[in-house]
Each structure stands twice: as structure tokens, then as C-alpha cells.
């Protein structure tokens, strides 16, 4: 019997600043040796011509999940699950969302019910929408279960915090050992400039990003970041879509704050000129914060060569474009209505990949950092995000030259549309190795319902484990 379960040889190797030829020896579902050359192995697979990179780590997206208003998304454990690894992932980290009332408890065992059909492996961040005093008395124990990171949202009825309750959320973070996401967009701004559009008769899908200016997320960010140093608590914004928004956080953390943030692929390749389409079609393209313009775009590549960013997340939230998605409020609703939110999990990688190496807009080894190392290691996925002895054999192995024109309708998921129809994108990954066994390849999802295992996360580092 061989001492490798799996060998893969002669590929491109992504092995964190290094980028060399080399082969990978599998054991058990580890990496067990990385060297120049490695013989036998139970199974080869030829990697030559290709690029092996960490599989993706997923950390923001929204799976078998209710919105604040109550629509449950396409994708389940299983479809979500499906699409991401067809996009070269291999773990994900979706959100379990608390209901108003709702004990934690629930929740935990709630989301547990819907992950266990996911084909990969996952974790949850902690969606808390009413942190009183029970709630957080809950915390210690979903935190020793693994879930070592909080969200509050600073804007949307149902599920927004006021800063008396942030800074409980905060605390508790600081207290436990986690850290806190938040959604920042200033609510107050947001609902001033929606009454002002609908008092005027400005109801298309196009005043959607009118109604939430830039302006709204960059004062959301400035208070969410001296909240979190009056808690002296580590904080990360989600879904950074602006200059000013991205400048906060470059200016906290070069300030020796513990702040970082990320950004998403929609605002890398998208612009809010996508919303001012025939009748509802803009309707595809309403997410939040919202798509902004092409001087945005290369203000935030900017800031991603630059570093600001821990990563490149999808913020999957898929609403189909029917009644059970978009349209939950109806055909013939204003842009308020509509249900906010893109699918994008199985385009992420292809989308950076394409956008930003094949484009030289950043290196391979940045590249696997901003969509496995970064995340892996904010977020205390210990034996993930990274090739080298002792890590889970979580690989993925990418075709460089391969070119595809982005077809319409969903992509492995539940959705009936993408809104990256028609994008050619250059860098595809052909084979999915998650825990040393082979979960797609050819085009087919392997792996199968319940493969996926929970993931407990260590407790945040804090600036002792520095994110690059």
C-alpha cells in the first residue's frame, strides 16, 4: 500500500508568498508532503499545465436563510453547497440569522437541521438582531461550539441594531473572544432619501442606488469603527463598496486598529448603470449596499492591491426573479420592495481569477490569499486556506487559459438567472479536492448531500495573528 491516498504532480503550486512546481502528497485527508517530486500515491491525478491552489473559503454569503422581510433564499445547504464548489471552493461560512425573541439555542439548531445536507465543509456567523440580556448570556455557549464571529446589521427593520446595542454585541465580542461583522449603512440617511424619491414618483429599480449614496455607508463605517474602539473590540466591515468606505478602514487599520474589511466581486465588475434596464430587469441587479460607478471600481482594485481588503467575498444571496424572490412583494412595487440581494457564489473565484490575475491586476499569491488565506485565518479556520503539511487536502486545481462566456440562467445553483450573463472570463477550476477526496470534477459536482462537515473555529487572534 502506497503512503499517499493521493498524489497530485507536476502542477503549479500555490503555497502562500511561494508560487513553485511542484507535487502534493494526500494522506487521510491531510497534506502530508509538498516536494519537488513525489512517486506513487493510490490514485495520481496530472496537474501539469494547471495551478493548484488552496481551495476557496467562502465567508460571506447567505444560504437557506430568511431576509429581514421574510424571504427565504433559492439555494438550501445543498444547491449552495453544489454552486460553491463548482467554483472552486471547499468551505463556506454562511450566516444563521436570529429571529427577533429568539433564543440562541434555536437558532444553532435551526441552521444545524439546514447544513446537514451542505456538500462542503461550513461554519456560521452569528446574525444578532435583539442582543438583550439573555441573548447574551447565551453567547458563551455558541461560542464554545466554534461560531466565533457576530453580525449586526446597522440598517434594515427587523434585523438593525441601535448603537446602545452594537456596543453590547461589541463587548460581548471583546469579552468572548470574537469578532464583529457589521452591515454599515447609515439608516437614517437611507430612509430620508427613500421618502424623498417616492414623494417624487421615482419608483424604478434605477433610484435604488440614489436612495443609498455613498454618503450612507461612509458615516456607518466612521461610527461603526470609533464604536468598536470605544468597546475596544476587533470589527469587520462587510461589503465595502465606496472609496471614502474603503479609505476608513485602510486609514483604522494603518492607525493600529483592529478593523479590516472586505469587498465583493458585484462591485469589481458591476455599476449602477445595470439598474436602469428595460421594465424589471434592473431588478436582477438590486443588492445593498448598491452597485456604484467605473471610478469606484478602480478605487477599490486600487485598494485591493493595496492591501486594505482581508478579501473578496460574493455576499451569495439568491433571489430568483419570480414571485418566491425578487417579486415576493409583487410585480408592480416600487424599488423599496424589492428583495435586495445577487447570486454569486460559484462566480466569485472565476470572477477574481479573470478580473484580477489574468487581468495583472494582482499576483497568484494574492490572489489565494484574498479567497482562502485571509479568511481562513481572520475567521480561526485553522487547518484550512492554505498548502502545506498538516493542512486539510483541500486543493483546487485551475486551468489558466480556459475561457467561457458566462451563460445565462443559474450557475449550479437554484437561480433562474446570474447577473454575470454574457461576462468572458479567463481562469477556470477543473477539479475540486476537498478533505483529499475528489468533489468535482469535469464539470460535475462528486460530492454529495452531507459530505460537509461542521467546522469550530478558533477564537480571534487579534493583532498577534496578523492578516495580510
Not at 469587520?236 to 471614502?244: A, D, G, P
Not at 460530492?447 to 480571534?460: K, Y
Amino acid at each position: 500500500m502506497s503512503a499517499f491516498d493521493l498524489v497530485v504532480h507536476g502542477g503549479v503550486v500555490v503555497a502562500g508568498e511561494a508560487v513553485v512546481q511542484a507535487d502534493i502528497g494526500v494522506a487521510a485527508g491531510r497534506i502530508a508532503a509538498l516536494a519537488e517530486r513525489i512517486e506513487g500515491g493510490d490514485r495520481r491525478i496530472d496537474a501539469s499545465g494547471r495551478i493548484v491552489l488552496p481551495g476557496g473559503i467562502e465567508t460571506h454569503c447567505h444560504i437557506a436563510q430568511e431576509s429581514g422581510a421574510g424571504v427565504m433564499t433559492a439555494d438550501d445547504y445543498d444547491t449552495g453547497s453544489a454552486a460553491a464548489l463548482a467554483g472552486g471552493h471547499t468551505c463556506i461560512v454562511p450566516f444563521a440569522a436570529q429571529r427577533r425573541g429568539e433564543r440562541l439555542a434555536d437558532v444553532m439548531a435551526r441552521y444545524r437541521r439546514r447544513a446537514s445536507v451542505s456538500r462542503l465543509d461550513h461554519s456560521f456567523h452569528l446574525i444578532l438582531s435583539d442582543p438583550n440580556e439573555a441573548v447574551v448570556a447565551e453567547l458563551p455557549e455558541v461560542f464554545a461550539a466554534g461560531v466565533t464571529s457576530f453580525k449586526v446589521f446597522m440598517t434594515y427593520e427587523g434585523v438593525k441594531v441601535d448603537d446602545a446595542q452594537f456596543l453590547t454585541v461589541l463587548q460581548a465580542a471583546r469579552a468572548h473572544g470574537a469578532i464583529t461583522m457589521v452591515h454599515a449603512e447609515s439608516d437614517a440617511m437611507i430612509r430620508a432619501a427613500q421618502a424623498a424619491l417616492l414623494a417624487e414618483g421615482r419608483t424604478e429599480p434605477k433610484w435604488h442606488a440614489e436612495a443609498r449614496p455613498p454618503a450612507a455607508e461612509a458615516e456607518a463605517i466612521a461610527r461603526a469603527i470609533r464604536l468598536a474602539a470605544f468597546a475596544g473590540a476587533p470589527l469587520f466591515v462587510v461589503h465595502v463598496s465606496t472609496e471614502e468606505g474603503a479609505a476608513l478602514v485602510a486609514a483604522a487599520a494603518a492607525a493600529g486598529a483592529a478593523v479590516w474589511g472586505e469587498t465583493c466581486t458585484q462591485y469589481l465588475v458591476l455599476t449602477a448603470d445595470d439598474l436602469d434596464r428595460p421594465g424589471m430587469e434592473g431588478a436582477k441587479y438590486v443588492c445593498a449596499p448598491p452597485l456604484r460607478n467605473r471610478a469606484t471600481q478602480a478605487a477599490l482594485w486600487r485598494h485591493i492591491t493595496a492591501g486594505t481588503f482581508v478579501c473578496v467575498t460574493s455576499d451569495h444571496a439568491p433571489y430568483r426573479f419570480d414571485e418566491t424572490g425578487k417579486f415576493h412583494a409583487g410585480r408592480d412595487i416600487p424599488f423599496t420592495a424589492i428583495a435586495n440581494g445577487l447570486p454569486g457564489i460559484g462566480l466569485r473565484l472565476p470572477i477574481l481569477f479573470s478580473e484580477g490575475v489574468a487581468a495583472g491586476r494582482i499576483g497568484l499569491a494574492d490572489f489565494a490569499r484574498l479567497t482562502a488565506g485571509g479568511p481562513a485565518r481572520l475567521f480561526g479556520i485553522e487547518r484550512k486556506g492554505a498548502i502545506a503539511p498538516g493542512m486539510d487536502a483541500d486543493l483546487a486545481i485551475w486551468d489558466p487559459e480556459a475561457a467561457q462566456v458566462v451563460p445565462p440562467g443559474g450557475w449550479h445553483d437554484a437561480m433562474d438567472y446570474t447577473p454575470y450573463e454574457g461576462m468572458r472570463l479567463t481562469g477556470w477550476p477543473e477539479t475540486v479536492i476537498a478533505r483529499g477526496r475528489v468533489a468535482f470534477d469535469g464539470g460535475r459536482v462528486v460530492a454529495r448531500p452531507g459530505d460537509g462537515r461542521f467546522v469550530a473555529r478558533a477564537p480571534f487572534g487579534g493583532p498577534r495573528t496578523p492578516v495580510p
